[in-house]
């Protein structure tokens, strides 16, 4: 019987740790979903902060856009010299780059290198109209665009569109250039039937590093920081589902089949004067009931016995 005994407590330990082991695996999942969710949030803000950032040079590079075209028409006129509209269009019609057009590139450039915005490129661009067919860069700070760059078509659907910026990771293969780089665009509507737009180019890669070095320290933290949380919330959890399960399993279950079992050896040992405690409510009430009224009526059984003798 003490074997049966040692049997049965071993069974229910392992029933326990069992239980324990798959609250473990529970609260890990858990764990781990939680860092997940939390990581996700954590990279849309990053791509939040990133896309705040590129809208605000936008609006700001944008704004000044006036400014720039009141700054560079006027000279561009005054380097013109004595030339006439009709002379300039007639060269623009026969893609001739004239010298006004060559100074323009290097005070454009000399402008830029001064910091103008912090820009890489301005390009000034006639869209097709009553004199030309298809768009033409007439001015840009880079001389060897002018005439001879073909203005990609989703600069020209967005300018027509009024989409105002254009973001890419990829680089602008177009211009040779490779990295991050904000685009932006300035429609500007003319009376002489030739609308015009201005892009501007400007490298991002150092603005958006700095966001996201400062969020990847800050991440490095914060993961720390949450995984610690979450690791020592689960030890607390576990530990307390530990001994409170075995408390439960030991009141509701152990001690119950100990008391029975411990009953059935007596009685096994011929002593049927022992008491059978039914736990009201139990898992066992049933079992113990019958148990009980098994005892009883060998009991009245055997009294019975001995009276008729």
Do not use: C
């Amino acid at each position: 019987m003490s074997n049966e005994k040692s049997y049965s407590k071993s069974k229910r330990s392992r029933i326990l740790y069992l239980i324990t082991a798959l609250i473990i695996v529970v609260f890990i999942a858990y764990g781990l979903v939680s860092w997940f969710i939390f990581r996700g949030s954590q990279d849309r803000l990053v791509e939040k902060s990133k896309e705040k950032l590129i809208e605000s040079e936008a609006e700001n590079i944008n704004s000044a856009a006036d400014y720039i075209v009141e700054l560079l028409l006027p000279l561009f006129e005054e380097t013109m010299g004595g030339m006439t509209d009709e002379e300039f269009a007639m060269s623009v019609m026969n893609r001739e780059v004239i010298e006004a057009q060559r100074i323009m590139a290097d005070e454009i450039e000399k402008m830029m290198e001064a910091g103008l915005l912090g820009l890489d490129e301005i390009i000034y661009v006639i869209l097709p109209g009553t004199l030309i067919t298809e768009p033409l860069v007439i001015l840009s700070s880079n001389e060897s665009l002018i005439y001879a760059w073909e203005v990609p078509e989703y600069l020209l659907e967005g300018a027509y569109e009024g989409t105002t910026y254009f973001y890419t990771e990829e680089g602008i293969p177009e211009l040779g250039l490779q990295g991050k780089y904000l685009i932006t665009i300035e429609y500007i509507e003319s009376d002489t039937g030739s609308d015009s737009v201005v892009y501007t180019i400007k490298n991002m890669e150092d603005k958006v590093a700095v966001i996201s070095d400062f969020f990847s320290d800050e991440q490095g933290k914060i993961n720390l920081i949450m995984g610690l949380v979450i690791f020592g919330s689960i030890i607390v959890i576990i530990l307390i589902a530990f001994f409170v399960l075995s408390y439960m399993i030991r009141r509701r279950i152990t001690d119950p089949v100990d008391q029975l079992a411990a009953a059935a050896e007596q009685i096994n040992e011929g002593n049927l004067d022992v008491e059978i405690k039914v736990h009201e409510g139990g898992e066992f009430e049933g079992l113990e009931r019958a148990f009980k009224q098994m005892v009883d009526s060998w009991r009245e059984y055997i009294d019975k016995s001995v009276g008729e003798e």
